[in-house]
């Protein structure tokens, strides 16, 4: 199947730093969301983005389909940003799995 | 507000006792699924349904049914719960397959 791999999987910043977090995948895919998973084990839906480029306030994402990867940039963090970050990826011939997910990049921001 | 609601949020229980999670979502989706996560393994797929009366075997299948008799509701049956079904288990929901997925707010379950 489909491999994912995130990196880095651990980063701590100090509040106010930007930084970008990186999604590779083995294969072509038809479906590309990233989520934020918060310290109460909620996961919230941060972008959907098979391909192309995303705004969200301080979050922004890219993903290169042909390159096989995406980018989540984190501008001016927060502690609020702390968490576990996923992307996840489906494909439309692997009938049935809604998502494969990464191996997650654990955030921590420090005030 | 457009969800995926998941009850019970937290459950303790013992060896054997009969459980069910339910999930509900107000989207009219006609794709819905179970995930259990542990650490060091991620976020694995236990079932799907495709459809009303339409379910299929995910990753890890074992231990674990489900129904879909309703286009809204999902529920997770674990028929005689063992330790290692300790938890915290998604319920998801997508339009289509491949179409953007949405999460209910996870139920970490205890089986002692």
């Known amino acids: 199947g489909i491999q994912v791999e995130q990196s880095p999987p651990d980063l701590i910043l100090q509040e106010g730093a930007n930084s970008t977090l990186r999604c590779n995948f083995s294969d072509s895919v038809n479906n590309l969301q990233w989520f934020h998973q918060n310290p109460w084990g909620q996961l919230i839906n941060l972008f959907y983005i098979p391909s192309g480029t995303k705004q969200n306030g301080r979050l922004s994402a890219t993903t290169v389909a042909t390159e096989r990867y995406s980018l989540l940039y984190i501008s001016s963090s927060q502690t609020t940003d702390s968490g576990v970050y996923f992307c996840a990826v489906s494909q439309m011939r692997n009938a049935g799995n809604m998502l494969t997910f990464g191996g997650g990049t654990r955030l921590m921001v420090k005030p | 507000e457009a969800q995926v609601t998941q009850n019970p949020r937290y459950l303790i229980t013992v060896t054997g006792k009969k459980l069910t999670v339910t999930c509900s979502q107000n989207?009219?989706?006609?794709?819905m699924s179970w995930y259990r996560q542990d650490p060091g393994l991620g976020l694995r797929q236990i079932y799907y349904s495709m459809n009303v009366e339409v379910t299929d075997k995910g990753d890890v299948p074992e231990g674990y049914k489900v129904s879909r008799k309703e286009k809204r509701n999902f529920p997770l049956i674990l028929e005689s719960p063992s330790p290692n079904q300790t938890s915290l288990y998604f319920c998801?929901?997508?339009?289509?397959?491949?179409?953007?997925?949405?999460f209910g707010q996870g139920t970490r379950l205890t089986v002692v």
């Open positions: 989207m009219n989706h006609e794709y």
């Open positions: 998801a929901s997508s339009l289509f397959l491949n179409t953007e997925a949405f």
